[in-house]
């Protein structure tokens, strides 16, 4: 039988853990551990770094992301889940 | 009889394991295998590529892409579904 | 007996099947032959142009616009329905 | 017995088979008789014209105008209702 | 027996058939007499005058203002309520 | 038995008949007497004055401020409440 | 037993009384001890200060913060929680 397809909002949850990189509609983008988000992509990152055009601007502990702001989340080892 | 109307989130799911592109608002285009969508248009794509103005501009593995953001969704060999 | 007033999501329906132009908030225009469209104004659009200030920028098979970027839709002979 | 007092809702009905004209939050104006209207100021314009600045920039036939672009909508020949 | 609170959206009902001015987002502002407004503060604004900077930039009859444009609303003699 | 926590819905009903400043997004501030406030932080404000980069630029009677050009609102005299 | 999955809501009732920074859209950030905050991400913050590209530009009492203007939110001392 084959799998369920994957709903991208439970795919987020495939992110609790894992370092991700999140896009802001700002361009700005923060690199940290995933450790929660909800359906709103409301999001929590520790050890957050904050990068734009590909420089680190600033580093953070914790950060809680307001889920409207966000462009897009991936990986930070640019694999496929 | 005559087939219904094709429902425009229905012909997103047409386009599931399929090559296609994703213009944003911000004219940032992403190209990638399309492998789930839902009714606010959040994705998600694999083997994402980014461009802009025709240049690819960066590569990534799995990406979430926030509904809100996208401007339209096309099947990346320009072919009519 | 007079006829019902034409609602304009119900004219919209009327577009189906026709050669439309599709203008957007950035202004970008795409014609192409409507497919179908729902109430949010998402749409569906096959053998796609895309116009800028009067000249073509791309071309492209169906591609499926997110209702919320629409600034108006028209039929491309300039008629009235 | 006084009038009941005219709802902006119920008053965009009293504009219909009337020209009107339409300013959308880019400052261009669409100037046609409205055929209909919605609750959301969706609406359907025949004899359509485009105005900028003054100056007319096109003309269509029929076009369906999304509600969330709109400005304000007046009578074309500057009166009261 | 003391007086109820004002709701903000009582108070514009207070504001019928006085003259004010509506200030939109786009700092544009139209001066009037408010004919009606509803919970959205869409309104409908008779005599309308609109000023920017200052200055009058054009005359109208009847307007009906879309609510989400709208910025604040005042009395046009400085008044307090 | 301690406090229930302060919502900052209910704060802002603190802040009825006390002098308070109100910054919108567009960096242009308000200053006045509130006297009154809803969920949406729709507000009317008496002895309104407006001030851009330190500097009065206008002054009115009532206002009523739509609650979602709000940025922040604070107790002028920059107590803590 | 394992401890349940944090909720980013849930986590912002954790920097209750502690000191936060809270970036907006706008880039500005306001820094202070977090009062209280609802699901909207409203805030109320004591004691906050403005700083603007790491320059403090203003320092005021309570204020309240429309939690749609906001960006993320972190713990001053970069710390995790």
Redesign the interface.
């Known amino acids: 039988m084959s799998a369920q397809?994957?709903?991208?909002?439970n795919?987020?949850q495939k992110m609790?853990d894992k370092e991700v990189f999140v896009r802001?509609?700002?361009?700005v983008e923060?690199h940290g551990k995933m450790?929660?988000?909800?359906v709103y992509?409301?999001?929590?990152l520790?050890?957050?770094k904050e990068f734009y055009n590909g420089q680190q601007t600033a580093?953070?502990?914790?950060?809680?992301?307001?889920?409207?702001?966000?462009?897009?989340?991936?990986?930070k080892?640019?694999?496929?889940?």
Do not use: C, E, Q, W
Request: proline share 4%; net charge positive; charged share 15%.
């Open positions: 397809p994957k709903k991208p909002l795919v987020l609790l802001l509609k700002s361009n923060y450790v929660n988000v909800d992509m409301n999001m929590i520790d050890d957050t580093s953070y502990g914790t950060v809680i992301i307001r889920g409207n702001n966000v462009l897009f989340v991936g990986l080892n640019s694999a496929n889940i």
